[in-house]
């Protein structure tokens, strides 16, 4: 008789992370939201090892940018051979002052090999992998976004070499208060090598070509005197940072008061007699996204 039991699968978790990176890249370049922020896993030896998603090296870069200083993709080559596609990135941080002017600071080089073609576990009835000899059956495609993949993770690679750890502690503290922290389990697990397919609510239409990136947004708002998100997310009289990108960071930066010009006179300082502080207080929506301080 076959054993099948766990112990005689192989457990290979930066492997399986970096197959469910695949799919999460090839997600958002369809459009897709992607939410999850940190992958977690715990080795052989029951070490827990954390490490940030593509969508988590984003949110510190928007962070870093709240700080004064943002992450540039400045040059790429691209390296191809029978089996594979290796992308090298040239990333730089730069240093913004108030007026917009930049100076740079420091430059890396990312790096990816991403393999032509890609493993499939096949999947029973059940959705579970199909265990045989104790292994999982697999199935080899060719990757039709290997370029794309590619290209994606060296940038990602590149800015996180540029990223203080201060900064990547506290976005790892913010996923776990969010929900956005995935835990990858062992190869037999669907959860570990299928994403899961986002629901109606979460599936995005791409932003359009005219919009601008999170990181120009910061920074534009920055200019008209914000310091942190939550002030952003009272000015628009939205929720989380999820309904400005819904509506666009161009339209919401549009929309955006500018707090660094004077008040007319007569209107500073007015205050609304009908309405008590305590009552203007439970008025007031509570956020949905937790730790919005910058």
């Not at 794309?148 to 070499?161: D, Q, T, Y």
């Not at 708002?221 to 002030?231: D, F, L, P, S």
């Not at 007569?266 to 007699?273: A, L, P, Y």
Request: net charge negative.
């Amino acid at each position: 008789m076959v054993e099948t039991s766990k112990e005689m699968v192989p457990w290979r978790p930066f492997e399986i992370m970096e197959r469910v990176e695949d799919e999460a890249v090839i997600q958002e370049l369809r459009g897709e939201v992607i939410e999850t922020l940190v992958y977690e896993f715990s080795d052989r030896d029951g070490r827990r090892v954390i490490g940030l998603s593509k969508a988590g090296v984003d949110r510190v870069a928007s962070e870093m940018a709240m700080k004064g200083e943002v992450l540039r993709e400045l040059d790429f080559e691209l390296m191809s051979d029978a089996d594979s596609v290796t992308a090298v990135v040239k990333a730089g941080r730069f240093a913004v002052s108030q007026d917009g002017r930049e100076i740079l600071l420091e430059t890396v080089f990312g790096t990816k090999r991403q393999p032509r073609k890609r493993e499939i576990y096949v999947r029973g009835k059940d959705g579970k992998p199909v265990i045989k000899d104790g292994q999982p059956v697999k199935r080899v495609e060719e990757d039709p976004f290997v370029v794309e993949v590619a290209m994606v993770k060296a940038a990602r690679n590149a800015k996180r070499r540029l990223m203080p750890e201060s900064l990547i502690t506290k976005v790892i503290d913010m996923a776990r208060q969010e929900g956005k922290v995935r835990k990858l389990g062992p190869p037999e697990e669907p959860t570990a090598s299928r994403p899961p397919t986002p629901s109606r609510q979460e599936t995005k239409a791409p932003a359009p070509e005219s919009d601008i990136s999170q990181e120009d947004f910061v920074l534009q708002a920055k200019a008209k005197g914000y310091t942190n998100w939550r002030e952003i997310l009272e000015a628009l009289g939205v929720h989380s940072t999820k309904e400005v990108r819904e509506m666009t960071y161009r339209k919401a930066l549009g929309q955006l008061p500018d707090k660094t010009s004077p008040e007319p006179e007569g209107i500073s300082g007015t205050v609304d007699e009908g309405v008590s502080a305590s009552e203007e207080a439970e008025a007031e929506p509570a956020l949905m996204e937790a730790d919005l301080d910058f």
